[in-house]
C-alpha cells in the first residue's frame, strides 16, 4: 500500500552538502517528511555547497521567477590548470606556468571585462541539450559539438584573496551563467588557464545562507516545524518577490 503524502507549503533554504546532487536533497526530503510535491529553484553541482531554496506544495509554481533573480556565489579557482570540466573535478588537459607579473594587481585589471552583460560558450559537460541531446551525454562518448554563446549578466565580479596559484572570488550574476566557465575564461585571459576548485552559493531566490538550515538539521525537525519554517519562509519571499515586480 503506497504511503500517505502530506501537504507542506512553503519553502525551506538548505545548505546542501558537497557531493550531493541538488535531486538526493529532493529526494531525502521527499522521502523523511512523504511530502507530495516537492521541487527547488536552482541545481548546484555535486561539488557545490551552500544555498539550495526547496519549494514544497503551491510554492513550486513560483519556480521559474525564483531560478530568474540574481545569485550570489564565493568561488575558488586554480590558476595553471585546465580540466575538461571546467572544474577540479574533471580530467586535466593542461598545466601552464603562471605568468611573471602574475598577482593581484594582474587579475583585478582584467575582471572589468567580464562585468555586466558577457557572453559565454556553455561547456561541454552541461544538461544544455543541443539537437536534443544533452551535452554532457556527448561528452562521456568523448565528443564534442558547436555550442552558441548564450548572454548572461555578471553584476558583481570581487577578488577576496589570492595565495599562491589559488584565488578566492564573490560574483553575482544572472540566470544561467556557468561560474565555471566563467574561472575558465578569466585563466585563458590571463593566458594560464584555471580551473574551479571550490564554489558555494551565498544567495540566490530572496534568500541568503546565513538562513539556510543543514540537511541533518531539517531531517531532525517533526512535519509541524517543518511546516512552519516553509510558511514563514514563503511569505519572506513572496513579499520580496512583489516588492522586485
Request: charged share 30%.
Amino acid at each position: 500500500m503506497a504511503r500517505e503524502q502530506n501537504e507542506v507549503q512553503g519553502i525551506i533554504p538548505v545548505d546542501k552538502p558537497k557531493d550531493w546532487t541538488s535531486h538526493d536533497v529532493i529526494a531525502k526530503l521527499r522521502g523523511a517528511f512523504r511530502i507530495k510535491k516537492i521541487g527547488h529553484s536552482g541545481t548546484l553541482d555535486p561539488m557545490a555547497t551552500g544555498l539550495l531554496a526547496v519549494l514544497c506544495g503551491r510554492s513550486t509554481k513560483l519556480s521559474d521567477a525564483l531560478m530568474a533573480s540574481q545569485k550570489t556565489y564565493e568561488m575558488t579557482v586554480r590558476f595553471g590548470l585546465e580540466t575538461n570540466t571546467q572544474d577540479i573535478t574533471g580530467e586535466v588537459v593542461k598545466e601552464s606556468p603562471l605568468p611573471e607579473d602574475f598577482g593581484i594587481e594582474a587579475v583585478s585589471k582584467i575582471l572589468p571585462e567580464f562585468r555586466g552583460e558577457i557572453e559565454q560558450l556553455p561547456p561541454m559537460f552541461s544538461a544544455l541539450k543541443v539537437k536534443g541531446k544533452k551535452l554532457y551525454d556527448i561528452a562521456r562518448r568523448g565528443q564534442e559539438v558547436e555550442r552558441e554563446k548564450r548572454p548572461v549578466t555578471i553584476y558583481g565580479l570581487e577578488l577576496l584573496a589570492l595565495e599562491g596559484d589559488t584565488a578566492r572570488f564573490r560574483c553575482v550574476c544572472s540566470k544561467g551563467t556557468y561560474v565555471r566557465t566563467l574561472a575558465h575564461d578569466i585563466g585563458q585571459k590571463l593566458g594560464c588557464g584555471a580551473a574551479l576548485t571550490e564554489l558555494r552559493r551565498t544567495s540566490g531566490s530572496f534568500l541568503s545562507i546565513e538562513e539556510a538550515k543543514r540537511l541533518e538539521e531539517v531531517l531532525s525537525w517533526d512535519l509541524e516545524r517543518l511546516r512552519a519554517e516553509a510558511e514563514k519562509n514563503l511569505e519572506k519571499v513572496t513579499t520580496a518577490l512583489n516588492g522586485s515586480a
